[in-house]
Structures are given as C-alpha cells and as structure tokens.
T-cell receptor
Framework: DVKVTQSSRYLVKRTGEKVFLECVQD?????MFWYRQDPGLGLRLIYF???????EKGDIPEGYSVSREKKERFSLILESASTNQTSMYLC??????????FGAGTRLSVL | GIQVEQSPPDLILQEGANSTLRCNFS?????LQWFHQNPWGQLINLFY???GTKQNGRLSATTVATERYSLLYISSSQTTDSGVYFC???????????FGKGTHLIIQP
C-alpha cells in the first residue's frame, strides 16, 4: 500500500514563527503536492513538485514556500506564520498522470 | 482553470437506501478521482476514473468524459458511509487536483 506520512497531526504555533510541515512518501512517486482545506473554501492547491528541486505554484502560493531536496520528501514552509494560515494541510503524492494518495493531514493553529 | 460542481451539496438517507452523487466539470480532464473524507479529515481514495465505469463492492462510478460528468453510486448505504464525498479533476499529468465543494452524506440508522 502507498504510504504518505505527515510529520504532525496537530500543531500550534505563534504568529511570526517559521513553521515546517514535512511529508514523506514511500512509493518513489515523481509528483508531490501540498493543499489546504478551509470551511466554505474547500481544498486548494498551494504548491506541487514534479521532480527533486523542482516546484510549481498552485492556486494560493502566497505566504508559503516549499523544498524538495530528496524524491521522497516534500516540505511546506511558512516563513512567518500568520493567523490566516490556520488551516488543515494535506500532502499528496502520485506517479505522473495517476492516482493521488493523501496523507492524514496536519491541523495547524496559528495564535 | 477547470471548474468542478458537485450535487447535491447535502443528502440525508436511511440505512439501506441507494444514492447517486454527481460531478460536473468544465473542461477536458485526464485525471478524475472520487474521495471519501473520514471524520478525522483523511481523504480515502475511492476511484481513479477519468473515463469509463468501475465497481468496488457497494460503490461504483461512471465518467462520461465527452459530456464532462461523473457519477458515484452507493448501494445499500450503511451508517459508516456517512461523511463528505469529493470529486477532483486535473487536466495534466503533473498538475494538482481541482476539488469540488463536496457532497455531505448522512446515513441514518
């Protein structure tokens, strides 16, 4: 079975802190993705990566950056967390043109 | 970008009933997935179905790509089927998914 692991289920941070959300997949997938989910707004794509060191902006990249130094790991970085970044963050991975598999999600609260 | 509309937004059924959830999309796609989100927020893959018909137990799905819609059928509903069902699509191999707003399904005992 494909396994996508997100490092934390729940996270509480202070405004202005630098926050790292980590995601690891074990199926040698080329593509990895970060989404956020908010009530009333649904799931939206933040960034994706189709190869090591490659990244593409999604629909809502402002306030975020990403890092993909190894194929299996994709990190989402909040350089200076703000309260409007309180959300559920979901990581996914896939082969090119195939099923996306999601991790369990990280509920981030920024106080 | 591609628009995705799901209907109905909410559905309340008795245990044992059948249901049909619909997903309309605005452009050609080469990826269409159906998910069930459990109460803890995890997205569970149900089907990868950019075209054609698939079945898995009590669930089946059909995508008519030429008419830009997909249907998810749930037969003999159980209370554990409750939750939010999402349709999501993309138009490219490495592209992220665009999600519909979901159908919130409640199965009453």
């Amino acid at each position: 079975d494909v396994k996508v692991t997100q490092s934390s289920r729940y996270l509480v941070k202070r405004t202005g802190e630098k926050v790292f959300l980590e995601c690891v997949q074990d199926m040698d997938h080329e593509n990895m993705f970060w989404y956020r989910q908010d009530p009333g707004l649904g799931l939206r794509l933040i960034y994706f990566s189709y190869d090591v060191k490659m990244k593409e902006k999604g629909d809502i990249p402002e306030g975020y950056s990403v890092s993909r130094e190894k194929k299996e790991r994709f990190s989402l970085i909040l350089e200076s967390a703000s309260t409007n970044q309180t959300s559920m963050y979901l990581c996914a991975s896939s082969l090119v043109g195939s099923t996306q598999y999601f991790g369990a999600g990280t509920r981030l609260s920024v106080l | 970008g591609i628009q995705v509309e799901q209907s109905p937004p909410d559905l309340i059924l008795q245990e044992g009933a059948n249901s049909t959830l619909r997903c309309n999309f605005s452009d050609s796609v080469n990826n269409l997935q159906w998910f069930h989100q459990n109460p803890w927020g995890q997205l569970i893959n149900l089907f990868y179905i950019p075209s054609g018909t698939k079945q898995n137990g009590r669930l089946s799905a059909t995508t008519v790509a030429t008419e830009r819609y997909s249907l998810l059928y749930i037969s003999s509903s159980q209370t554990t089927d409750s939750g939010v069902y999402f349709c999501a699509v993309s138009g490219g191999g490495a592209d992220g998914l665009t999600f519909g707003k979901g159908t919130h399904l409640i199965i009453q005992p």
